[in-house]
């Protein structure tokens, strides 16, 4: 659990804040969207500001990026909304514009078409190598091309 102003939060805390947020915004996460907003929201913070969100890998798998404490945490919701009661954490306010950045910019989107986009970029890309897009892979998608990659979108 997050402690209040905590700057760079666990996987857990960024998942909990994403869900919290969406849900204030009246839509409910599916665990599908909630990896790629996670992975959205590591990715620009490393292009932007040079440092993860979570020390947590994302794993190259068929659907996008995955972070796998996240995923074995709500699996048993597969392709429904995550409907729990999760406390919304307290993070920096820093850390809050941030993350309600990505929202703002992705939130937007379905879960299909966040998983398309990740498809077409390179850290996905580039940690499936040449597995085909529909064979099962757990490489892992590296941290430093995905801060050079973001960063490169962002000129």
Same mark, same amino acid.
Request: aromatic residues 12%; contains cysteine; hydrophobic residues 35%.
């Given at each position: 659990?997050?402690?209040?102003?905590?700057?760079?939060?666990?996987?857990?805390? @960024?998942?909990?804040? @994403?869900?919290?947020?969406?849900?204030?915004?009246?839509?409910?996460?599916?665990?599908?969207?909630?990896?790629? @907003?996670?992975?959205?929201?590591?990715?620009?913070?490393?292009?932007?500001?040079?440092?993860?969100?979570?020390?947590?890998?994302?794993?190259?798998?068929?659907?996008?990026?995955?972070?796998?404490?996240?995923?074995?945490?709500?699996?048993?919701?597969?392709?429904?909304?995550?409907?729990?009661?999760?406390?919304?954490?307290? @993070?920096?306010?820093?850390?809050?514009?941030?993350?309600?950045?990505?929202?703002?910019?992705?939130?937007?989107?379905?879960?299909?078409?966040?998983?398309?986009?990740?498809?077409?970029?390179?850290?996905?890309?580039?940690?499936?190598?040449?597995?085909?897009?529909?064979?099962?892979?757990?490489?892992?998608?590296?941290?430093?091309?995905?801060?050079?990659?973001?960063?490169?979108?962002?000129?």
């Amino acid at each position: 659990m997050a402690y209040e102003g905590e700057k760079y939060p666990a996987s857990f805390t @960024l998942a909990d804040y @994403l869900i919290c947020e969406s849900r204030e915004r009246g839509e409910l996460l599916t665990p599908l969207k909630l990896q790629k @907003l996670m992975y959205y929201a590591d990715a620009w913070h490393l292009a932007l500001y040079d440092e993860e969100i979570t020390a947590e890998q994302f794993q190259a798998w068929v659907h996008g990026p995955v972070a796998l404490s996240q995923y074995h945490r709500f699996k048993d919701y597969k392709w429904r909304a995550i409907d729990e009661e999760i406390e919304c954490p307290t @993070l920096s306010d820093e850390m809050t514009q941030h993350l309600d950045e990505v929202i703002d910019v992705f939130g937007s989107e379905t879960a299909v078409s966040l998983e398309i986009m990740t498809h077409k970029e390179r850290p996905w890309l580039e940690a499936r190598g040449d597995i085909p897009e529909d064979e099962p892979c757990n490489n892992y998608i590296s941290k430093e091309v995905t801060k050079e990659f973001y960063r490169s979108v962002g000129d």
